[in-house]
């Protein structure tokens, strides 16, 4: 199994998401699952990159032209470069089976959106985790909801993702996953 876990790179951030980035990929890694990777070499991705790395994980790196150079800082078991942002994006929710959106900028939005357009265009049922640590989300899933009562989208399209809030919700939900996948 593969997971994209979409976070913030910024360096700077309050070391609760360090940590929240760093306990979702343990639990991840512990697992056994390989991280799917659009990142750098700071931030919150940091923290996935190295959990994973030293759990003993593989870790692909997903690049577009512009930003390939920071493979170079990383000891990837791969790398893919696409042209573009977007085509990097598409190539990520491709090679994941699990998609976990943590708290993050410009970027891990735009990444949020695209995985629910591609779920919703290739009608998989590939599973988006919408992390909302510390209420980090509450505007946009108010956003969501004003935007279903002005018909702008449907209910349904709230069904495209999960939401967890705290990491023993995420552990539970990942629990849960793998048992339905042994039935």
């Given at each position: 199994m593969k997971a994209f876990i979409a976070s913030s790179s910024k360096d700077g951030i309050l070391n609760i998401y360090k940590e929240l980035a760093s306990n979702v990929s343990t639990i991840l890694a512990r697992r056994g699952y390989k991280l799917v990777y659009g990142g750098t070499s700071s931030g919150m991705m940091q923290a996935c990159y190295m959990t994973f790395k030293y759990?003993?994980?593989?870790?692909?790196?997903?690049?577009?032209v512009t930003e390939a150079k920071e493979a170079e800082y990383l000891d990837l078991d791969a790398i893919d470069v696409s042209p573009n942002t977007f085509t990097r994006t598409s190539r990520l929710y491709q090679s994941a089976d699990l998609i976990v959106i943590l708290p993050g900028g410009f970027v891990t939005l735009a990444e949020l959106f695209s995985c629910i357009i591609e779920k919703q265009t290739k009608k998989d049922n590939k599973k988006i985790i919408l992390f909302?640590?510390?209420?980090?989300?509450?505007?946009?899933?108010?956003?969501?909801?004003?935007?279903?009562?002005?018909?702008?989208?449907?209910?349904?399209?709230?069904?495209?993702?999960?939401?967890?809030?705290?990491?023993?919700?995420?552990?539970?939900?990942?629990?849960n996953i793998e048992m339905k996948e042994v039935d």
């Open positions: 759990e003993g994980n593989k870790v692909k790196g997903f690049y577009d909302n640590y510390n209420k980090y989300y509450d505007n946009l899933l108010y956003q969501f909801k004003d935007m279903i009562s002005e018909r702008f989208i449907g209910k349904e399209s709230m069904n495209q993702f999960n939401i967890v809030t705290n990491i023993k919700d995420f552990e539970e939900y990942v629990n």
